[in-house]
């Protein structure tokens, strides 16, 4: 296992535009179509099953998967990334509910550890509802293993954001979070991609997290992910006034961004 110290160690890749990475996988999705019903006929039988199980991804929402049983809990540091595309169970040795991509929006999928048994891992996922889990089988050499330093700690009665590495604060920064009527949800996300902003120019990175916004069941022709990004002003400091969103001044994404994917967001 290898451990992910100030430079991030596994694979931070800036996307272009979670539009942009849509229209990708629509692409994508569509090229994969072909073969028609004799391909579907062939297939052996695991295969197929596979294939009909929805994608662990931000766009994705898994009514069977088990919720985080420690939302307020610590982990050990631990993150995952799939060499292939694995099948996650609602137990271990449960029943198939997702497939976890190797890639979310356009960067490396890596998930944090909550629970492990044996070979088996229970991962925090991407996908709705907030707080969804899964286990996936480590056996063999089929995910690369890290150890993340990095926590960040979000408040949001204090309106703050703080970053931890091995148990010591490296910064605090006041933030702005969600209104009252459409809040920043609560409990354990993680960091899930890094995102090149060139449409909007209120933030020049966003960091997309595995929560979405309860409120809003799609939010700018997206599946309604919360993210962590800046905004033009300071209008937003102490201030609940997002559509769910944390903000950030440009210092605190400047570290942020540095952050290994994967890394875990309390958010209280």
């Known amino acids: 296992m290898k451990r992910c110290a100030t430079s991030p160690g596994h694979g931070r890749r800036s996307g272009r535009l979670?539009?942009?990475?849509?229209?990708?996988?629509?692409?994508?999705?569509?090229?994969?179509?072909?073969?028609?019903?004799?391909?579907?006929?062939?297939?052996?039988?695991?295969?197929?099953?596979?294939?009909?199980?929805?994608?662990a991804t931000t766009e994705g929402k898994?009514?069977?998967?088990?919720?985080?049983?420690?939302?307020?809990?610590e982990t050990g540091g631990e993150v995952?990334?799939?060499k292939k595309e694995l099948?996650?169970?609602?137990?271990?040795?449960?029943?198939?509910?997702?497939?976890?991509?190797?890639?979310?929006i356009?960067?490396?999928t890596w998930v944090p550890v909550i629970a492990r048994e044996g070979d088996w891992a229970q991962i925090l996922l991407p996908t709705r509802p907030n707080g969804a889990s899964?286990?996936?089988?480590?056996?063999?050499?089929?995910?690369?293993?890290?150890?993340?330093?990095?926590?960040?700690?979000?408040?949001?009665?204090?309106?703050?954001?703080?970053?931890?590495?091995?148990?010591?604060q490296i910064g605090e920064w006041t933030v702005g979070i969600g209104s009252e009527?459409?809040?920043t949800p609560t409990g354990r996300a993680f960091i899930i991609a890094s995102i090149e902003e060139i449409v909007n120019d209120y933030s020049p990175i966003v960091l997309p997290?595995?929560?979405?916004?309860?409120?809003?069941?799609?939010?700018?022709?997206?599946?309604?992910?919360?993210?962590?990004?800046?905004?033009?002003?300071?209008?937003?400091?102490?201030?609940a006034n997002s559509d769910g969103c944390i903000r950030v001044p440009q210092e605190a994404l400047d570290k942020l961004v540095n952050l290994p994917l994967g890394t875990i967001v309390n958010i209280t």
């Open 62 to 73: 898994l009514v069977n998967a088990p919720l985080d049983p420690q939302p307020a809990g």
């Open 18 to 55: 979670l539009a942009a990475a849509s229209v990708t996988l629509l692409a994508l999705l569509a090229g994969c179509g072909g073969g028609g019903e004799d391909a579907a006929t062939d297939a052996p039988a695991g295969i197929a099953q596979e294939e009909a199980l929805p994608q």
């Open 209 to 239: 997290l595995s929560s979405h916004s309860n409120s809003h069941e799609t939010f700018g022709g997206g599946p309604g992910t919360v993210g962590i990004h800046t905004w033009p002003d300071d209008s937003f400091v102490g201030k």
């Open 106 to 108: 356009a960067s490396p």
């Open 134 to 168: 899964g286990w996936i089988n480590t056996a063999g050499d089929v995910v690369e293993s890290a150890e993340n330093d990095f926590v960040v700690n979000v408040s949001l009665a204090d309106f703050s954001l703080e970053i931890l590495e091995n148990g010591t």
């Open 80 to 82: 995952l990334h799939p």
């Open 87 to 104: 099948t996650v169970h609602d137990a271990v040795d449960g029943a198939p509910i997702a497939m976890l991509p190797v890639k979310q």
């Open 181 to 183: 009527e459409h809040p």
